[in-house]
């Protein structure tokens, strides 16, 4: 749990939300004891996040309007999100579940791990308020929350790349790292995306993700697939 909280950066004061959090509820029903799992608090956590992330996309574009505002929320705040966000945590090392449920792949079944998400967060809530969940679900989603600002079409640029590709030849770009510079929390990645034999872009970012799609982004500015110049 200590790691838990380190990734998360709080500190719980009341531990047992944290356990309550993590207990999936194969764990209770398989040892018939009456200890509380995490469903009602995953329930709590789903609303805290959605609540987070609707504030951080109001302010960060403030000329959008509601329906493209809901698309961005969507991006961040669907289960496939959720369960990235988890991951990124290790999330599923902490949930504690039934053996059957783990035989069966629970650790890394994204419903569990998406869900313990929403149950951590809420837990946080719980603890230290508002403020201290923002903090921890903003620290723990950076990275995307990052990405949506530098692209906020639907379509991030990665995306855009390969369906323009795609439409000349079945052939997918190839992302490639140029370089890695910085101590290990704060790296800086240099990468490079090629098709068919030619350089189309590269691009800088905090982490791999965030340079392929700068790169991406280059890429569709000159269009060297048509001849593009630099």
Not at 101 to 109: D, T, V
Request: proline share 4%; hydrophobic share 35%; charged share 30%.
């Amino acid at each position: 749990m200590s790691k838990l909280e380190e990734v998360i950066g709080y500190k719980f004061s009341d531990a047992s939300l944290l356990t309550e959090a993590l207990t999936h509820p194969s764990k209770t029903f398989e040892s018939n004891e009456s200890c509380p799992h995490n469903q009602r608090m995953e329930f709590l956590g789903d609303a805290v996040i959605e609540l987070v992330i609707t504030e951080r996309l109001y302010k960060m574009f403030p000329t959008f309007p509601e329906g493209q505002l809901t698309k961005l929320r969507a991006r961040l705040v669907s289960r496939s999100a959720l369960f990235k966000f988890a991951n990124a945590m290790e999330l599923g090392e902490s949930v504690m579940m039934g053996k059957g449920e783990e035989a069966s792949g629970g650790r890394s079944r994204p419903s569990t791990l998406a869900d313990a998400f929403e149950s951590v967060m809420g837990a946080v809530y719980l603890d230290g308020g508002l403020d201290a969940a923002k903090a921890a679900i903003e620290r723990v989603c950076k990275e995307w929350i990052e990405q949506v600002a530098e692209s906020p079409d639907e379509r991030n640029p990665k995306g855009k790349l390969q369906e323009k590709l795609q439409a000349l030849a079945p052939e997918s770009p190839c992302y490639q790292v140029l370089e890695e510079a910085g101590p290990d929390h704060s790296k800086i990645f240099k990468i490079s995306v090629e098709w068919q034999g030619i350089l189309l872009g590269k691009g800088m970012g905090k982490s791999k993700k965030d340079a392929e799609s700068r790169a991406a982004k280059d890429a569709l500015k000159k269009e060297k697939w048509l001849g593009g110049s630099e």
